[in-house]
């Protein structure tokens, strides 16, 4: 090669290199640029009531509406509450679950309501002394109509709302709801009978998953790792959703009753049909 031509053939293979390294070069700029994926976290501690509610839909529309959310881990340790409310939150969940996997992580308990919630999600890890179950609906019978001096009415149930057989089919069919959202959730993985499954009771995560109640046993952490495999996410960050959708880190208040003492109980405040757990030391009402 002359001397002339060795210059020549040096620009050419620099040029070849430029070009090589300059996508690579851009492809990290840009890698460096564009947020990771998210995995969100949602948090449910405590009885599942009006603002709990509000808080739990805001986040799943948070998520739903925010490409970066990927996959979402429902972490939950509650005993459930109002029919109603789950059932909000239920149809928001399942509004996500058409975009984005859902896994539920049971922190100390997911209960009646909070189990129904579980049912709905993708994935369900507990731990092993975790608390799941209590299927099923409580309520209180209206009394009998009565006659007062001081109040008057259009008919004999309009100060109660019904008579205590329309409170009981109203009890079945809410309980019925309740079976198929579990039967259609879980599937067949479900390995207990109905009439053992709607007797309320409430098992430890071992039965738990045992029964088909449960996926497996596991950590937050794993809940995380499932969660991101099922939304096929090499790389992610995690984060709180109550955080990135703006709303306050607090717990419901006066959503049970208080005793004269000042004690909460795990009575409801409000009457009404619910999806609640109440501990068996507590059966006696206040």
Do not use: C
């Not at 460096?32 to 599942?48: A, Q």
């Not at 608390?131 to 004999?156: A, F, H, R, Y």
Request: proline share 8%; no cysteine.
């Amino acid at each position: 090669m002359t001397t002339e031509k060795r210059p020549l053939a040096r620009r050419r293979v620099g040029t070849i290199i430029w070009w090589l390294i300059l996508p690579l070069a851009l492809g990290l700029l840009l890698s460096t640029l564009v947020p990771r994926p998210i995995v969100g976290l949602i948090y449910l501690d405590g009885p599942i009531g009006s603002f709990s509610a509000r808080n739990l839909v805001a986040q799943i529309a948070y998520a739903r509406e925010h490409w970066e959310v990927r996959s979402v881990v429902l972490v939950m340790n509650s005993p459930g509450g109002t029919a109603v409310d789950t059932e909000s939150v239920y149809m928001e969940l399942a509004r996500l679950r058409q975009t984005r996997p859902v896994v539920t992580l049971v922190e100390g308990m997911t209960a009646s309501g909070a189990y129904y919630l579980a049912a709905g999600t993708d994935y369900i890890i507990a731990k092993p002394s975790s608390e799941v179950g209590s299927i099923g609906v409580l309520n209180l019978l209206p009394p009998q109509p009565i006659v007062t001096e001081d109040l008057v009415t259009t008919g004999p149930y309009k100060a109660w709302g019904a008579p205590p057989d329309a409170v009981m089919r109203e009890l079945e069919t809410v309980k019925q709801g309740f079976f198929q959202a579990v039967k259609l959730g879980r599937g067949e993985a479900l390995r207990v009978e109905p009439q053992v499954l709607l007797r309320g009771e409430i098992w430890l995560g071992t039965d738990a998953l045992r029964m088909g109640l449960v996926d497996e046993l596991g950590s937050q952490s794993r809940a995380v790792e499932k969660a991101a495999q099922l939304g096929r996410l090499p790389q992610y960050r995690v984060a709180d959703l109550r955080e990135m959708a703006g709303l306050p880190i607090v717990s419901e208040e006066l959503f049970f009753i208080q005793s004269p003492e000042g004690n909460t109980t795990s009575y409801p405040r409000e009457p009404g049909l619910y999806l609640l757990y109440i501990p068996p030391t507590e059966r006696r009402l206040p």
